[in-house]
């Protein structure tokens, strides 16, 4: 029983991460097609409110699926190494990208691409690892025993393509929901064709699995055929509701819908594949770790969840609403022409050699850190036991807490032309004391 509470989980999880994060990286796509820069900016500054909240679904799902389901996790992760290396390296590029255009005060290009351009590679990256799961990774007992190409299949790149298509239409349905203006009526006119194709990307994908996937599907269970083709009702009751949507008041009935077409499309693939978990064999049970184990997770994870909801449910509650970006003012010089007492504060620059020893303790904390906490978990203390472990983390937790506050005394967080009065300690006038 407590296999298939973490199967559960690992599935509201990834449920949670498509439906959350599909959204936002749909509006990064289409923000490359978009001319119009100060569009771009404000699609820059929506996804800004709720992207980092959203991606944190997909961490639980990873750390869910290795302790709960540590079969399934070696089986998949070999065989598709290079896809999501390249999809945590997009991850970052495009955070980067994001950050970087909030803080620029204008719409800078670069960034712009960056964020638009990861966003693609995330979603054909994570394509790839759906479609080189569901059409059966090479294995062998439980063990990965293809080569390194063994993701990249003609299945996979059209799982990586009909992606694209969902994700676009959720950001489409997304900007109408939550934009005015040209955004929302630019929104509202790409929603019906990307939702066409996306409509003949799923029929593609789905009789296409009858081919790419080495399992038998059970559909003779009336059990399982029933509960299939209930999910696939409410998927294409959900599109319907889409359709009529786009373009029509309230704004927010297509989001909504396509929504729920995707949590009705995810519920169908379970209902084809349970109890398989790694086609063409690898069931839930001989994925599955100890029966302590799963009864730990599911109380240590069950109690995260509400939390990591609660950050999601508060992020939507104080971002509700149209989204109106702020009028943004010059900002003020830093000293008076006419003031010659007004001295404009400048952080005392750090030596090269402190940054490079503090920055290279820190690594090696970090790796050392990394690898005795593998050893330990791993069931064998022959470096150092727990308390070493506690004692490294709680080192560079204070480095890192440190280093911070000296930086905050040197004004090294204010972003250059900001307002004298913004610096820390600063005056009225813009002196220091």
């Known amino acids: 029983m407590p296999e298939y509470l973490t199967y559960a989980l690992v599935l509201l999880s990834l449920g949670a991460y498509v439906v959350l994060d599909g959204y936002d990286l749909g509006v990064g796509m289409l923000s490359l097609l978009d001319r119009d820069e100060r569009r771009r900016r404000e699609y820059n500054e929506l996804i800004a409110t709720a992207w980092d909240a959203n991606e944190s679904w997909l961490i639980l799902a990873g750390v869910t699926l290795w302790a709960g389901l540590p079969g399934a996790y070696a089986t998949v992760l070999p065989g598709v190494y290079p896809p999501l290396i390249a999809m945590l390296f997009a991850v970052i590029l495009r955070g980067m990208g994001l950050e970087f255009q909030s803080a ?232 008076a022409p006419d003031d010659a007492t007004a001295v404009p504060f400048t952080p005392r620059p750090e030596s090269r050699v402190v940054v490079l020893v503090r920055r290279t303790l820190l690594t090696l904390l970090g790796v050392l850190l990394a690898a005795v906490s593998q050893d330990i978990f791993g069931g064998e203390s022959t470096w150092v036991d727990p308390l070493g472990v506690a004692l490294l983390s709680g080192t560079a937790l204070v480095a890192w807490i440190l280093g911070d506050r000296r930086a905050g005394r040197l004004g090294e967080y204010d972003l250059p032309g900001g307002p004298p009065g913004d610096l820390p300690g600063a005056l009225p006038g813009g002196e220091r004391p």
Not at 177 to 201: C, S
Not at 295 to 323: D, E, H, S, T
Request: proline share 6%.
């Open 104 to 335: 620029s005060g204008t719409y800078r290009h670069g960034w712009g691409l960056l964020f638009g351009g990861a966003s693609l590679a995330v979603t054909l990256c994570q394509g790839l690892v759906i479609g080189a799961v569901l059409s059966g990774l090479p294995q062998r007992d439980g063990h990965f025993t293809g080569d390194a190409l063994a993701w990249l299949t003609p299945y996979s790149v059209l799982c990586a393509l009909g992606l694209v298509c969902v994700y676009l239409l959720a950001g489409a349905a997304w900007l109408q929901d939550k934009t005015e203006g040209t955004a929302h009526a630019w929104a509202g006119r790409l929603g019906r064709p990307l939702l066409g194709a996306t409509v003949v990307a799923a029929l593609f994908l789905g009789f296409g699995l009858e081919v790419a996937d080495p399992q038998h599907f059970h559909f003779e269970q009336p059990l399982r055929a029933t509960l299939f083709w209930l999910a696939a009702a409410a998927a294409a009751g959900c599109g319907a509701v889409a359709w009529y949507g786009f373009g029509r008041r309230p704004d927010w009935r297509p989001f909504a819908a396509v929504l729920g077409a995707e949590v009705a499309g995810l519920l169908a693939l379970v209902a084809a594949t349970v109890p398989v978990v790694v086609p063409p064999s690898l069931t839930l049970s001989e994925a599955s770790s100890p029966h302590g184990s799963q009864v730990f997770l599911v109380v240590g994870v069950g109690l995260c969840m509400p939390f990591v909801l609660a950050y999601n449910i508060y992020a939507w509650w104080v971002f509700r609403g149209k989204f109106r970006e702020p009028a943004r003012q010059a900002p003020a010089a830093t000293t």
